[in-house]
C-alpha cells in the first residue's frame, strides 16, 4: 500500500469512528500529552536553576516536580478541594463556591456560546473564523443599548428583568447582522468564508475602537472603554464570592442555549436543511433545500450565538465594554473541534478549556514555573486532544462518498454488496 493510500486509510478509519471509540482516542490523546508535558517540564527544571531541587530522579536533582505541577493545575482549578502535602486528604476548608471554581466556571461558560457559534457553522459546511468580530461587536451594543436604555428603567430587580434579557438580545442581532455578511458573500458571490471571516475580525475591532473612542467614550477613564452598565443591569455572582465574575445564571441559559441548538439541528426540518446543506449540497439542492438562503441562515445563527458570547462577557465579567476583549471567538473554534461539532460536546470541551485555564494561574502562583512553560503544558493537552477530531473532519471532507456506506431512506432497506438482485 502507498503512502497516500495508507493515509486515506487512516483518515477513513477516523471518519468511520464510533462515538466510544473517539472517546477512547480522546482519552488517549490526554494521556500522551500529559505524558510529553511532563517530560518537558522535567527537561526545563533540569535546565533551570535553583536553590532546592523539587524532585529527584536517579540521583539527579530537578527544579520542577511534574507531577506537583499537574496535582496543582487540577486542584488549584477547583479551588483547592484536595491539601497535596497530605495525598488524598480532603481539605475540610474547602467551600465549593470559592474563586478558583468560580474562574474556571466564567470561562466555561463564555467558551460555550462561542464554541456553539462556531460548531453551527460547521455543521453548515462553513468554516466560521469570524466569531471574535461578531462577539466584539454584539458586546459593544449590548452594552452600549444597556448603557442608554437604563435611565429609562426603574432601578433594581425589575429593572435588571427588563433589561438584561433586551441587552443580550440586542448583542445576539447585532453578531447576527455581522454574521450573515460573510454568509451572503459566501452564498452569492462564492467568496471564501474564511478569508472573509478573517478580514472582518480585523474590521470589527476597527469599527468597535473608533466608535468608542470618538463617540462613546467614558469621559472619566483614561483608556478606550465605554461608560459602566449599573450594577443591576449586570449579571452578578448570586453564591459565588463578589467580585469572581461568574453568574450561575449565565451558565444555566449557556447549558439552554446547547439544548435548544441541539434541537434546532436535530430535530427541525431547518436543521436538517442546515446538515444536509454541510455534508451533501448537492443532495441538499435536488431534495428542494435553497442552499443560499440557508447558508445564510446559518452564518447569521453562528454569529448571533457569538453575539451573544460577546453580551455574556459584558454584562457578567466587565460591566462596560473596552478593547482589550479577550480572544474567546478564537478559543472557540478549538471548542468547537475538540467537541466534533456535536452541542452537547462542547461541555465538556468548554469544561476542560476553562479548567486548564484557570489551573495554570495556580501553576505558575504555587510552583514557580514559568508562565510560558505553562502555557506550553496548556497547548500540549489542547493540541493532542484536538488533533483527532481534526484529522476526522479532514478525512470527512476528503474521503470520497462512494467509499462511505449507503444511507437507506426512511423505510428503506440496505442492499448487501450492492448487486442488482
Given at each position: 500500500m502507498s503512502a497516500r493510500g495508507g493515509v486515506k486509510t487512516v483518515l477513513r478509519r477516523l471518519t468511520d469512528a464510533s462515538v466510544a471509540e473517539r472517546i477512547l482516542i480522546s482519552f488517549a490523546a490526554l494521556v500522551m500529552a500529559t505524558l510529553i508535558g511532563a517530560a518537558i517540564v522535567l527537561v526545563s527544571g533540569r535546565v533551570a536553576t535553583c536553590q532546592t531541587a523539587a524532585t529527584t530522579l536517579f540521583g539527579v536533582g530537578f527544579c520542577y516536580d511534574p507531577v506537583d505541577v499537574y496535582l496543582v493545575l487540577f486542584n488549584g482549578a477547583l479551588g483547592q478541594p484536595f491539601l497535596l502535602d497530605s495525598p488524598g486528604l480532603f481539605n475540610p476548608n474547602w467551600n465549593p463556591l470559592n474563586f478558583g471554581l468560580a474562574f474556571t466556571l466564567k470561562e466555561t461558560t463564555l467558551l460555550i456560546f462561542t464554541g456553539l457559534s462556531v460548531a453551527v457553522a460547521f455543521r453548515a459546511g462553513l468554516f466560521?473564523?469570524?466569531?471574535?468580530?461578531?462577539?466584539?461587536?454584539?458586546?459593544?451594543?449590548?452594552?452600549?443599548?444597556?448603557?442608554?436604555?437604563?435611565?429609562?428603567?426603574?432601578?433594581?430587580?425589575?429593572?435588571?428583568?427588563i433589561l438584561i434579557p433586551l441587552a443580550v438580545l440586542v448583542g445576539a442581532l447585532v453578531g447576527g447582522l455581522y454574521g450573515a455578511i460573510p454568509g451572503a458573500l459566501k452564498a452569492y458571490s462564492d467568496a471564501n468564508e474564511v478569508i472573509t471571516t478573517i478580514m472582518l475580525n480585523f474590521i470589527a475591532a476597527g469599527i468597535a475602537k473608533v466608535l468608542v473612542s470618538e463617540f462613546f467614550r467614558n469621559p472619566?477613564?483614561?483608556?478606550?472603554?465605554?461608560?459602566?452598565?449599573?450594577?443591576?443591569?449586570t449579571l452578578l455572582p448570586v453564591a459565588?464570592?463578589?467580585?469572581?465574575?461568574?453568574?450561575?445564571?449565565?451558565?444555566?441559559?449557556?447549558?439552554?442555549?446547547?439544548?435548544?441548538?441541539?434541537?434546532?439541528l436535530e430535530r427541525t426540518s431547518f436543521g436538517y436543511d442546515l446538515r444536509t446543506s454541510g455534508e451533501q449540497p448537492e443532495a441538499a439542492e435536488y431534495g428542494g433545500v435553497d442552499a443560499k438562503r440557508t447558508t445564510v441562515t446559518s452564518m447569521f445563527l453562528s454569529g448571533?450565538?457569538?453575539?451573544?458570547?460577546?453580551?455574556?462577557w459584558v454584562?457578567?465579567?466587565?460591566?462596560?465594554?473596552?478593547?482589550?476583549?479577550?480572544?474567546?471567538?478564537?478559543?472557540?473554534?478549538?471548542?468547537?473541534?475538540?467537541?466534533?461539532?456535536?452541542?452537547f460536546g462542547v461541555i465538556p470541551a468548554a469544561l476542560l478549556f476553562g479548567t486548564l485555564k484557570s489551573g495554570s494561574l495556580a501553576v505558575q502562583f504555587q510552583t514557580g514555573v514559568p508562565k510560558q512553560l505553562v502555557g506550553v503544558l496548556r497547548g500540549l493537552i489542547i493540541l493532542f486532544v484536538a488533533m483527532p477530531e481534526f484529522f476526522r473532519m479532514i478525512g470527512t471532507s476528503i474521503t470520497p462518498k462512494r467509499d462511505r456506506e449507503a444511507v437507506a431512506t426512511d423505510g428503506g432497506e440496505h442492499l448487501s454488496g450492492g448487486d442488482d438482485e
Amino acid at each position: 500500500m502507498s503512502a497516500r493510500g495508507g493515509v486515506k486509510t487512516v483518515l477513513r478509519r477516523l471518519t468511520d469512528a464510533s462515538v466510544a471509540e473517539r472517546i477512547l482516542i480522546s482519552f488517549a490523546a490526554l494521556v500522551m500529552a500529559t505524558l510529553i508535558g511532563a517530560a518537558i517540564v522535567l527537561v526545563s527544571g533540569r535546565v533551570a536553576t535553583c536553590q532546592t531541587a523539587a524532585t529527584t530522579l536517579f540521583g539527579v536533582g530537578f527544579c520542577y516536580d511534574p507531577v506537583d505541577v499537574y496535582l496543582v493545575l487540577f486542584n488549584g482549578a477547583l479551588g483547592q478541594p484536595f491539601l497535596l502535602d497530605s495525598p488524598g486528604l480532603f481539605n475540610p476548608n474547602w467551600n465549593p463556591l470559592n474563586f478558583g471554581l468560580a474562574f474556571t466556571l466564567k470561562e466555561t461558560t463564555l467558551l460555550i456560546f462561542t464554541g456553539l457559534s462556531v460548531a453551527v457553522a460547521f455543521r453548515a459546511g462553513l468554516f466560521n473564523i469570524g466569531t471574535q468580530g461578531q462577539l466584539v461587536l454584539g458586546g459593544l451594543a449590548t452594552a452600549l443599548f444597556a448603557v442608554f436604555i437604563a435611565p429609562f428603567l426603574p432601578a433594581g430587580i425589575i429593572g435588571g428583568i427588563i433589561l438584561i434579557p433586551l441587552a443580550v438580545l440586542v448583542g445576539a442581532l447585532v453578531g447576527g447582522l455581522y454574521g450573515a455578511i460573510p454568509g451572503a458573500l459566501k452564498a452569492y458571490s462564492d467568496a471564501n468564508e474564511v478569508i472573509t471571516t478573517i478580514m472582518l475580525n480585523f474590521i470589527a475591532a476597527g469599527i468597535a475602537k473608533v466608535l468608542v473612542s470618538e463617540f462613546f467614550r467614558n469621559p472619566d477613564s483614561q483608556v478606550i472603554e465605554t461608560a459602566p452598565i449599573p450594577d443591576w443591569g449586570t449579571l452578578l455572582p448570586v453564591a459565588f464570592p463578589k467580585g469572581s465574575d461568574f453568574s450561575i445564571l449565565a451558565l444555566v441559559f449557556g447549558l439552554a442555549l446547547v439544548v435548544a441548538v441541539w434541537y434546532l439541528l436535530e430535530r427541525t426540518s431547518f436543521g436538517y436543511d442546515l446538515r444536509t446543506s454541510g455534508e451533501q449540497p448537492e443532495a441538499a439542492e435536488y431534495g428542494g433545500v435553497d442552499a443560499k438562503r440557508t447558508t445564510v441562515t446559518s452564518m447569521f445563527l453562528s454569529g448571533a450565538l457569538g453575539g451573544i458570547g460577546g453580551a455574556i462577557w459584558v454584562l457578567m465579567v466587565i460591566g462596560n465594554w473596552l478593547t482589550d476583549v479577550p480572544s474567546l471567538g478564537f478559543d472557540g473554534i478549538t471548542v468547537s473541534i475538540l467537541a466534533g461539532n456535536n452541542p452537547f460536546g462542547v461541555i465538556p470541551a468548554a469544561l476542560l478549556f476553562g479548567t486548564l485555564k484557570s489551573g495554570s494561574l495556580a501553576v505558575q502562583f504555587q510552583t514557580g514555573v514559568p508562565k510560558q512553560l505553562v502555557g506550553v503544558l496548556r497547548g500540549l493537552i489542547i493540541l493532542f486532544v484536538a488533533m483527532p477530531e481534526f484529522f476526522r473532519m479532514i478525512g470527512t471532507s476528503i474521503t470520497p462518498k462512494r467509499d462511505r456506506e449507503a444511507v437507506a431512506t426512511d423505510g428503506g432497506e440496505h442492499l448487501s454488496g450492492g448487486d442488482d438482485e
